[in-house]
C-alpha cells in the first residue's frame, strides 16, 4: 500500500513538472516566433526588414525579416559601376557603389584596376565610405583606354566591371576648290600610331566608307577625296582594338559647289 502511494505521488510530480515544462517550451518558442533579426543600417532597420515588434503590437504577426524576393538585401554586399560607360578618353569617370549591410562611416575602400592587355589587377586608390557608400572620380583625362575595376572593403570584394573608353577623333577640312580632290586631316587621342582610320559619308542607310588613311606616328592623319557636288555629313571612324572601343568623330557638313 505504501509502495503503491510513493509510486503515484512520483508519477504525479514527473506530470506536473512535464507540463511545465511544455509550457515554458511553449511560451519560449511563442516569444522565439516574435523576435526579428535586422542588419543594422546607420543605426536603424535595413530597408529588407519590418520594424521590430513592440509591446503595443505584440499580439499582431510575427513580422518576417529578409522575405524570398529581397533576401539579398539583408546579406552584406559590396556593389560597384561607373559612369559614364562607355567613356570618352578626355572625360572624367565617376566609380561608386554601396557597403551594404553595413553603413558605417570611414571603413577603406580600395579601387583596383587591370589595363587592356595586362594580366592582373594593380592596387590604384583609396577612399572611405560614407554612410555605406562611396564615390572615386578619375579626372578628365585620367581613363584614356578600355580597363576592368573591382574594389574591395571590409573583407569583401565587389564583381568585376568592364570600362569601355571611345578615343577622341577630330576631323576637319583643310583644304577645298571647285571641281578639285578636298582634303581632311585629323588625330586620334590616345595614341593609335599605324592604324587605319576611316572617312565615311552619311547615305540613305547609314554609313559608308568612303576613303582610308593610316595613322603617322604623331598619331595624325590625311584624308584626299573628290566629293561630289551638294551638300555631303562626313566623319572619321578608328575601328575598335584592345586599346579602345570604336570611336567616331564628330559629323562635318561639307558643301560641295
Not at 60 to 77: F, G, H, I, Q, R
Not at 175 to 193: C, E, I, L, Q, Y
Request: glycine share 8%.
Amino acid at each position: 500500500m505504501k509502495r503503491s502511494l510513493v509510486l503515484l505521488l512520483t508519477c504525479l510530480s514527473l506530470m506536473i513538472a512535464g507540463g511545465w515544462l511544455t509550457l515554458a517550451s511553449s511560451l519560449a518558442a511563442q516569444r522565439s516566433r516574435r523576435l526579428v533579426i535586422c542588419p543594422v543600417v546607420a543605426g536603424g532597420i535595413g530597408p529588407c526588414c519590418g520594424p521590430p515588434l513592440s509591446q503595443a503590437n505584440a499580439a499582431a504577426e510575427p513580422v518576417t525579416c529578409c522575405p524570398p524576393n529581397a533576401a539579398a538585401l539583408c546579406v552584406p554586399s559590396l556593389t560597384i559601376s561607373s559612369s559614364p560607360n562607355p567613356s570618352r578618353s578626355s572625360a572624367a569617370v565617376v566609380i561608386s557603389g554601396q557597403l551594404l549591410g553595413a553603413g558605417a562611416s570611414s571603413i577603406p575602400v580600395v579601387l583596383w584596376q587591370e589595363l587592356a592587355g595586362e594580366r592582373q589587377f594593380e592596387r590604384l586608390l583609396q577612399t572611405t565610405t560614407d554612410a555605406g557608400s562611396y564615390t572615386i572620380t578619375r579626372d578628365a583625362g585620367r581613363v584614356q583606354t578600355n580597363r576592368e575595376w573591382y574594389v574591395t572593403a571590409d573583407g569583401m570584394q565587389s564583381g568585376t566591371i568592364k570600362q569601355s573608353v571611345e578615343a577622341d577623333v577630330t576631323l576637319k577640312l583643310v583644304r577645298a576648290a571647285a571641281g578639285k580632290p578636298m582634303t581632311f586631316t585629323g588625330r586620334v587621342t590616345p595614341s593609335h600610331t599605324g592604324e587605319l582610320v576611316l572617312l565615311q559619308r552619311r547615305v540613305s542607310h547609314g554609313w559608308r566608307t568612303i576613303a582610308r588613311s593610316r595613322l603617322n606616328r604623331a598619331s595624325e592623319f590625311t584624308l584626299v577625296r573628290r566629293m561630289p557636288k551638294g551638300t555631303i555629313e562626313l566623319h572619321a571612324i578608328l575601328p575598335a582594338d584592345s586599346d579602345n572601343a570604336r570611336s567616331a568623330s564628330a559629323s562635318l557638313t561639307v558643301h560641295v559647289p
